[in-house]
């Protein structure tokens, strides 16, 4: 057998970090290795017990001096400034461990490879100690987009999400929830978290807004969405992000100018065929978190041509088209896709 390699998870007890133990504990290729699995969290789910390959990991807390056991792979599950104390302490002490990163602190580093294996499994290839997994609602949007370049080139995409409230991490998503509670109890709804109520209301995402107008969330689509598909600003992208009270799964409202004139057929094979995208397009039979949730592919549906901007064309094959997407955002959307990157490497 290989000889032993050594991962850590570090964040294990967030939402993100547990979806990533859950992959891990289903990973067919893990199940086949020679691995010890270490597990750290700040205090959540301190001294939880899990399963991987037969072996008991228990969460531990996290110093930074455990990283001088100089683990093969590091997987963060933290915020930027969580990952950035970690990256440099590993730095400033020669380490040569390789991490995986779920924060959007290094993503945008043109030395450092952005990765959803399905689309670009190739950039893993650079020559980097950081690799970072994109923005949820990014890597649900390129993989519609990397699906249907092969039938043409796309010059401009509008999109609009539903972000759900476990978007935000743990916090967030408890505050919906005790927000339920309160208003079923006719008290004051809590609004530590978000500063208003979540539950019944849908605002304007909660990054924050740059001098363009646009917010840190909508950023980062147009500019992760392009270094993903090693595009640069002829790739048009209007986005528009949208917080709304679910518990789990975003959607994003999608309208794709492509460059040739497309058929629902054509669209409908590359999709189908398209690794981790699953077609749910029947009448009355669409994507929504309720269905969504927990699962590992992404869902595409109400696949229709935008009919005003192609009234001149004929009438099966339109250059416009829209697509409603929904996934859940804490597992394609970041630990399952980590996980996939993880097992790429070993
Ligand atoms: N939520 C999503 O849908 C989503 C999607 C894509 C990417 N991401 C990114 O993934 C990362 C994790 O997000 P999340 O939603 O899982 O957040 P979360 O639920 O708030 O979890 C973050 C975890 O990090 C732990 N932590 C913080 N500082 C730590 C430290 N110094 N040492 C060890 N553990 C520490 C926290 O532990 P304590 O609870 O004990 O403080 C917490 O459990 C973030 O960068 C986020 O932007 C999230």
Not at 152 to 171: D, L, M
Not at 231 to 245: A, D, Q, Y
Not at 306 to 335: E, I
């Amino acid at each position: 057998m290989a000889s032993e390699l050594t991962i850590a998870l570090i964040g294990a007890g967030g939402l993100v970090g547990q979806v990533i133990i859950d992959c891990l504990q289903n990973s067919v290729k893990i199940k086949n290795s020679n691995i010890m699995f270490r597990f750290f969290t700040r205090e959540t789910k301190l001294n939880s017990s899990y399963i991987i390959n037969d072996k008991n990991v228990i969460i531990e807390r996290f110093e930074l001096s455990v990283l001088l056991n100089n683990f093969n792979y590091v997987l963060l599950a933290t915020e930027n400034d969580t990952s950035k104390e970690i990256i440099d302490y590993s730095n400033q002490h020669n380490l040569k461990t390789r991490f995986i990163d779920s924060s959007s602190q290094y993503r945008l580093d043109n030395s450092m490879p952005l990765v959803i294996p399905e689309v670009n499994p190739y950039d893993l290839q650079l020559n980097s100690n950081i690799i970072s997994s994109p923005n949820c609602t990014t890597t649900f949007l390129v993989m519609l987009l990397a699906a249907l370049t092969p039938l043409s080139s796309i010059s401009r995409v509008i999109v609009s999400t539903y972000q759900s409230a476990s978007g935000a991490g743990i916090k967030g998503l408890e505050e919906l929830k005790q927000q339920t509670k309160d208003w079923s109890n006719d008290q004051p709804l809590k609004k530590d978290f978000w500063g208003k109520p979540l539950l019944f209301n849908v605002f304007s995402h909660n990054s924050t807004l740059q001098q363009n107008l646009y917010n840190s969330e909508e950023m980062k689509i147009i500019n992760e969405t392009r270094k993903i598909l090693h595009k640069g600003n002829e790739l048009k992208i209007v986005p528009t992000c949208i917080r709304v009270p679910v518990l789990t799964s975003h959607c994003e409202s999608i309208n794709i100018e492509f460059v040739n004139n497309l058929s629902k057929d054509e669209i409908l094979k590359k999709l189908t065929n398209f690794p981790g995208i699953s077609v749910m397009d029947k009448e009355n039979d669409f994507p929504e978190p309720s269905k969504c949730s927990g699962k590992s592919d992404i869902y595409v549906g109400r696949i229709r041509p935008d009919l005003d901007m192609n009234a001149n064309t004929d009438v099966t094959h339109f250059r416009y088209w829209n697509f409603f997407v929904c996934g859940d955002q804490l597992v394609k959307g970041s630990g399952l896709n980590s996980v996939q990157i993880l097992e790429k490497l070993i």
